[in-house]
């Protein structure tokens, strides 16, 4: 189930704790990262791949310098956590998975779902983009190479 912007604000601050070491309640939607919480770049790097194994997505490093509040991640998080639930169920239900928890956006499409082939790749992103309601050129389908680049590309493209 996706999670609601309350439970994303509250495992996204047991991440920044766990990085800094500060108190969990100081960790609050307005606060930015480096005015408020003096967490310099270094830690936000660590804090966003953290918290994007927690949330099962891959953050695109373009994005990644416009997180300046915790508002802004968790703006960022929300939509993709989401989809990376329903892709995971949806893969799941298509492939016969034993767990949807087995997709995981690091993972390549060959490890998840044993499909390589380019010819079976475009097939599965074509049903992927239908049920998202997603329409993405078939030239972005060879910049998808794991789980996370399809949450993004999701991401970016549903209406």
Do not use: W
């Not at 307005?30 to 790097?45: C, P, Y």
């Not at 953050?59 to 416009?66: K, V, W």
């Amino acid at each position: 189930m996706a999670m609601s912007e309350k439970q994303i604000l509250e495992t996204l601050a047991e991440v920044v704790t766990a990085e800094t070491g500060m108190a969990a309640s100081q960790i609050l939607p307005e606060k930015s990262f480096t005015n408020d919480l003096d967490i310099d770049s270094i830690a936000t790097m660590t804090i966003v791949a953290e918290a994007d194994a927690k949330f099962n997505i891959i953050t695109p490093d373009e994005e990644t310098g416009s997180i300046a509040t915790v508002a802004d991640f968790i703006a960022l998080i929300q939509p993709r956590q989401a989809i990376s639930e329903r892709l995971g169920a949806f893969l799941a239900n298509e492939y016969s998975l034993e767990s949807s928890d087995l997709v995981r956006a690091e993972a390549s499409f060959e490890k998840v779902v044993g499909v390589k082939d380019a010819d079976e790749l475009n097939a599965l992103f074509a049903k992927v983009f239908a049920e998202f309601a997603c329409e993405v050129a078939p030239e972005a389908h060879a910049k998808i190479k794991k789980i996370g680049d399809l949450i993004n590309i999701i991401a970016a493209n549903q209406k």
